[in-house]
């Protein structure tokens, strides 16, 4: 039947009063009052120390006919076939844009290495682009500048505080005037004042090395496409100083500009100069060429051609039109390995746009010329021995090879392609071999003279057109919409903070409560009390405002006393008909108030007329004494154990009554136990019993020792007291099985210490009553 009980209880104990809960924050409204006051007073804090940011947004467009830095229009064209759009082009943009390497160089340029905050309330506002004081390094200074400094001034009536903190050092001075010079940790300082600060003022100065700050400048700006398909790029940030974020910008897009020209200056340069050196050897063939073929018609008299042999090359022309175009493009492509094979020109970028016909070779150069500008951007910041540059060089060396490869066998097809075209035409050259033999030789001449005039031609026509590229200012970025910042400040969203201060104003209190509740393994009402507990119910008795161990009195009207008379009217129900009946009162554990009960139940007897006798029988601590403030600490336990024959001896007036007498418990004996199962106890009682009209005896609780179950024989009621918010309800199903094996006669059962105004609490009576001399420790836990 326990075991049942217990699970029972453990089943009830699962779920949850939401009632209660609700009833429970009513009560403790202040609780909620004074969260919400301090979270708002913490937020109102935040927000007064946090700098107002703004955002500053701003929008380029990356041209098409710049994107992929110089791509010619057939590669344009190819990509698009391809399937490849300018998107994916507008992405690596986009990380040239935000590297590493221009926002360096943007920090530089803008001096942003030095930030300057003034205090105001309490912020710590940015002065941007003019601080009142500014600082001056000495030359050099920031360029080996490897651990952050910060500075702190502040203006008294006359002086100025300077205070120095760089490498773990620190270094206060106290000077008249910033102008001159100050010897600190951190070297020799200097500072200039532009608005001279007033008497309270205080400024901060923080300078950092380049490289601690470039990766915060770049989490400050982003920049992103801003559509798959466009090409558009949003750069966009959110500070407290929306100038230089416009300044960063603007300086960003100007620095992104400045490297495309550069890259395309050094290729349109070596293209050039490339050009030239061909141009130089073709007008040197072309004059010797030209030369033979006056010396040739002087020599052999020959001032115009035969009418059959302008018919023969008539019906060949086509053929040896698209001959001498397979050998000019033979020629370039050995132009081009020459070129590739001459070391000086190692680190050249290779000459676009000279008449390449072969896309794979086009390619292959394109990306040449890309991993060599690559180089380039990577040799102007690194070392000559960087693993970088040689695994660079490594790259170029390989791909260079294969461009010579590729050059090899370009060059092999367009031979094998001239070839083939020269057998089909040997059936006219039949016909020329019918021509005088000084005729045949002068056409040989003029031919390659047609072929080095061709070359000449088209040489000169791609040195126009580089020299237009060469001239050319056109921006690869163009400024759609310049950097702006926001009217309104963005952060911090003050109203937000405030509604999350309430919110969380409201949650923490209710959060405490509920957890309380959820893991509160302690009694709080009747009614939970009652589920488990089917003894009859005396009543329950709330704590007293007045405090006091004697709440009832004839002339007390207050709530207290109010409940004792409501628990003596039920007790007429239960006592039996007979002279004096005898009443225990005991509980489960101690600290539950049996000893409050017992003599202010008591008292509210005696008040009836009735004469009322108080016995304090837990002997082993005695309270009834120190309870009613007796001097007399008794003699029953000298009377039990022999000591002392006059029952007169143990009776005292309880002071508090006129019909009720005490009869204290005395000293404590080293053998309770077998004091209780004395046959001089029921002597006792039956002596007693002729002079009282009621007996209530103070007992020992139930758990801890057996000294009431000794006196149940003896006793015609049990008052069993338990006290809300302090008696565990693992206590509940023993109470219960007590009652159902009559273990105590005629038990019923009282609730104290509920709180005045709600149904349930934490209330008066601490945990001290103590059970140490018991020797026998406590049934279930131990309260404290």
């Known amino acids: 039947m326990e ?30 009052v004074a969260a919400v006051a301090f979270c708002l ?15 500053v947004n701003g929008t380029i467009m990356i041209r098409n006919d710049q994107t992929g830095r110089s791509a010619s229009m057939f590669q344009s064209e190819m990509m698009d076939l391809m399937g490849f759009s300018g998107s994916k082009v507008v992405e690596d943009e986009v990380e040239l844009l935000h590297s590493y ?23 710590w506002v940015g002065q941007y682009p003019t601080p009142d004081i500014a600082v001056t390094y000495p030359a050099e200074f920031l360029d080996t500048l490897s651990s952050s400094i910060l500075i702190e001034l502040r203006r008294k009536e006359d002086i100025y505080l300077v205070k120095v903190a760089c490498r773990n050092q620190e270094s206060e001075h106290e000077v008249s005037s910033l102008t001159e010079p100050i010897q600190t940790c951190a070297g020799t300082l200097s500072f200039m004042e532009i608005h001279p600060l007033v008497a309270g003022d205080k400024m901060r100065i923080f300078t950092w090395p380049v490289a601690q700050i470039v990766d915060p400048y770049l989490k400050s700006i982003s920049c992103y496409q801003y559509k798959k398909e466009s090409n558009i790029i949003v750069m966009s940030s959110r500070t407290d100083l929306p100038q230089r974020a416009r300044d960063i910008m603007d300086k960003m897009v100007e620095l992104y500009n400045m490297d495309a020209v550069i890259d395309k200056n050094i290729m349109a340069s070596n293209t050039a100069e490339f050009i030239n050196d061909r141009l130089h050897i073709i007008t040197l063939e072309l004059d010797t060429v030209e030369k033979s073929v006056e010396e040739y018609m002087r020599e052999n008299g020959l001032s115009d051609m035969e009418e059959e042999v302008k018919l023969a090359l008539r019906t060949k022309t086509d053929y040896q039109k698209i001959i001498t175009d397979y050998e000019a493009q033979i020629n370039m492509l050995s132009y081009i390995q020459e070129y590739l094979q001459d070391p000086k020109n190692d680190f050249n970028l290779i000459p676009a746009n000279l008449g390449v016909s072969d896309p794979s070779l086009v390619a292959l150069m394109k990306d040449y010329n890309e991993m060599l500008l690559t180089r380039m951007r990577v040799a102007r910041s ?82 126009e057109e580089n020299a237009l590229t060469l001239a050319s200012t056109m921006m690869p970025a163009r400024i759609v919409d310049i950097p702006r910042a926001s009217f309104r400040p963005v952060a911090p969203h003050s109203m937000l903070i405030y509604l ?34 089917k003894a009859p119910f005396l009543g329950e008795i709330i704590v007293s405002k007045e405090g006091g161990n004697v709440v009832v009195s004839g002339s007390a009207n207050t709530i207290s006393a109010e409940m004792f008379r409501t628990i003596r ?11 004096c009946p005898i009443i225990l009162v ?75 007498d005490v009869a204290p418990s005395g000293v404590v004996p080293p053998n309770p136990a077998e004091l209780i199962q004395s046959p001089r106890l029921k002597t006792l009682f039956e002596e007693l019993q002729k002079r009282y009209d009621i007996i209530v005896v103070d007992t020992a609780p139930v758990t801890l020792v057996s000294d009431t179950f000794h006196l149940a024989p003896l006793a015609d009621m049990t008052i069993f007291v338990t006290r809300a918010n302090y008696t565990s309800r693992e206590m509940l199903p023993y109470i219960q099985d007590t009652y159902e094996e009559k273990r105590l006669p005629n038990m019923a059962c009282v609730l104290n210490g509920i709180k005045a105004g709600s149904s349930y609490g934490h209330y008066g009576y601490g945990h001290a009553y103590g059970y140490g001399h018991y020797g026998y420790g406590s049934y279930g836990h131990t309260k404290k």
């Open 3 to 32: 075991e049942y009980q217990i699970i029972e209880q453990k089943e009830e104990k699962k779920s949850f009063d939401f009632i209660k809960l609700f009833i429970e924050c009513l009560h403790k409204w202040y609780w909620f």
């Open 41 to 55: 007073c913490v937020a109102v804090l935040y927000v007064m120390r946090q700098t107002p940011k703004y955002a």
């Open 101 to 123: 390497g221009i926002m360096e160089q943007t920090i530089k340029a803008l001096n942003l290495q030095t930030e300057y905050r003034k205090k105001s309330g309490l912020r």
């Open 382 to 463: 690194a070392t000559s021995d960087s693993p970088l540059l040689a695994q660079s060089d490594e790259q170029l060396a390989q791909l260079r090879q294969g461009i010579i490869a590729s050059i090899k066998n370009a060059k092999e097809g367009l031979n094998i392609s001239k070839n083939d075209l020269a057998r089909k035409d040997e059936q006219y050259n039949k016909l020329i071999r019918q021509v005088p033999a000084k005729e045949r030789q002068y056409m040989e001449i003029k031919r390659q003279q047609e072929i080095k005039e061709k070359l000449f031609v088209y040489l000169y026509e791609k040195r």
């Open 500 to 533: 999350a201060a309430l919110i969380i104003g409201g949650l923490i209190p209710l959060l405490i409560i509920f957890l309380q509740e959820f893991f509160n393994d302690e009694i709080r009402d009747r009614k939970e009390f009652q589920q488990t507990v």
């Open 569 to 579: 009217t039920n007790m007429k129900f239960m006592l039996p008909d007979k002279k």
């Open 586 to 660: 005991t509980s489960a554990l101690n600290g539950e108030g049996k000893s409050f009960v017992a003599v202010n139940t008591s008292i509210s007897l005696a008040l009836l007329g009735k004469k009322v006798l108080l016995i304090g029988l837990d002997v082993r601590k005695p309270t009834i004494s120190k309870y009613l403030n007796l001097r007399s600490q008794g003699a029953i336990t000298s009377y039990l154990s022999g000591e002392t024959t006059s029952i007169d001896d143990l009776i005292v007036p309880s002071g508090v009554a006129d019909n009720l």
